[in-house]
């Protein structure tokens, strides 16, 4: 479902990752693996993101920037800076939101849409969403990425979603780039840059006041 | 009984003088009627670039924001597009020879009542109501500012406008009695609104706000 496009992880700057050619993993047992194993070895991830919105029909790209924050289990911090000042906070069960100086809260448990999007968030992160049941996924590769293609098997979400792209550097060290691509030929993506994985997060990062 | 008189008389002379006072066209001369086109008024989407502003709309106790794209595709024919901060799409309105028609809805959001608002709402801020209208033409006395006013059924649309600029200061749409909704348009350095505010009167308690982010990135 559209929810899903709001899943927003973490890379490096990853200006023609896309543009490149990829060729099918041969030995895709030992990419799970590899990927699998950057999964339980990543307790938290901090890094500066920029994303762009196109707009297909439109021709038009709109572009923000932020910082993004995670720490195992579920907790995931998205603060973007410019050109607004938004930030969404996913604590455990709770959604929090702030827009400029007002922050609502949601009970994650009484919302299917957050619930939804929290799913695919988090597994997204953690690496979990390769064992999810909700997606095909395809393995390419070119000399520096590893990019699968997830294509959602459940028809609510293939009803606004077509496709999501994860990009992995070749030493799976973590995710660089994640393409949301939709039914109408529009397209969210992230890249990630200045990545810290491991570091200390303070527990305020994961509130809001 | 002539006390009783002298106070229905007192009263309803007060409640005259209020309603004259608060007509939108006080201290404005009627001068003549005419089509308003593209020439008179400067659009509120710009025919060279896109605009890009950060919506804030508060509807009774809930509030909700996100972003606005309006980018004018092809001559006669904009768009409005409401996405989400985090880059969802929500609703896609196509504005064609002055026609909305929607392209595109988030399901959870394909409501009647929702789309029938914002649609009103948004036809009344981007000048929807006036372009290409037979409108009366009132001026002031210094001739420095003009309104247009057009009919929608049983309401009045009136457009306040800078003539130097041909910006639209200010819209208000108006029923028999009262002001149904306001919308203000505040502009800093340049022909595009900086600003805009709308705000309904009366039952529906709902509020928008949009800020110009175009050239903050």
């Not at chain 1, 939804?116 to 969403?129: K, L, Q, R, T």
């Not at chain 2, 950060?54 to 092809?74: C, D, F, H, P």
Request: aromatic residues 10%; proline residues 2%.
């Amino acid at each position: 479902m559209a929810c899903a496009l709001v899943l927003l992880p973490f890379g490096e700057g990853g200006r023609g990752i896309a543009q490149t050619s990829y060729i099918s993993v041969k030995d895709t047992i030992l990419l799970k693996s590899k990927i699998d194993n950057m999964s339980r070895q990543t307790n938290s991830i901090e890094s500066d993101f920029i994303q762009v919105k196109t707009l297909s029909m439109l021709s038009e790209k709109i572009t923000s920037k932020g910082h993004f924050w995670f720490q195992k289990q579920n907790n995931l911090r998205w603060e973007y800076s410019e050109p607004y000042k938004y930030s969404i906070v996913i604590n455990k069960d709770k959604i929090l939101i702030k827009d400029e100086n007002k922050v609502k809260k949601y009970d994650m448990n009484s919302n299917k849409v957050f619930k939804e999007i929290n799913d695919i968030m988090i597994s997204c992160v953690n690496g979990n969403v390769l064992s999810s049941n909700k997606f095909k996924i395809v393995y390419f590769e070119n000399d520096k990425f590893f990019k699968l293609e997830l294509s959602p098997n459940e028809k609510a979400m293939k009803e606004s979603l077509k496709q999501i792209n994860m990009y992995f550097d070749k030493n799976v060290s973590s995710v660089v780039r994640l393409d949301m691509m939709e039914t109408g030929d529009d397209i969210t993506t992230i890249d990630f840059s200045n990545k810290k994985i491991n570091a200390a997060i303070a527990p305020e990062k994961f509130m809001l006041k | 009984m002539q006390r009783l008189l002298l106070k229905n008389l007192c009263l309803s002379s007060l409640f005259i003088t209020l309603i004259v006072s608060c007509s939108p066209t006080q201290h404005y001369t009627v001068k003549r009627t005419q089509i308003v086109t593209e020439s008179d008024i400067h659009s509120i989407i710009d025919k060279n670039k896109s605009l890009l502003y950060k919506a804030k709309i508060k509807l009774y106790n809930r509030y909700y924001s996100g972003l606005i794209v309006l980018k004018q595709t092809s001559p006669g024919t904009s768009h409005l597009v409401f996405l989400t901060e985090l880059g969802m799409k929500m609703f896609d309105f196509e504005i064609r020879n002055n026609q909305f028609k929607l392209i595109y809805v988030f399901e959870p959001l394909n409501k009647p009542n929702v789309l029938k608002l914002l649609e009103n709402d948004m036809k009344l801020i981007l000048l929807q109501n006036l372009l290409n209208k037979d409108a009366k033409v009132f001026e002031f006395e210094d001739q420095s500012k003009l309104i247009y006013q057009t009919s929608s059924g049983k309401f009045k649309n009136y457009y306040f406008i800078n003539t130097i600029t041909k910006t639209v200061d200010r819209a208000i749409v108006k029923g028999s009695l009262f002001i149904k909704e306001k919308v203000d348009y505040i502009y800093n350095d340049s022909l595009n609104a900086n600003q805009i505010k709308l705000k309904h009167k009366g039952f529906i308690r709902l509020k928008i706000e949009l800020n110009n982010i175009s050239t903050k990135l």
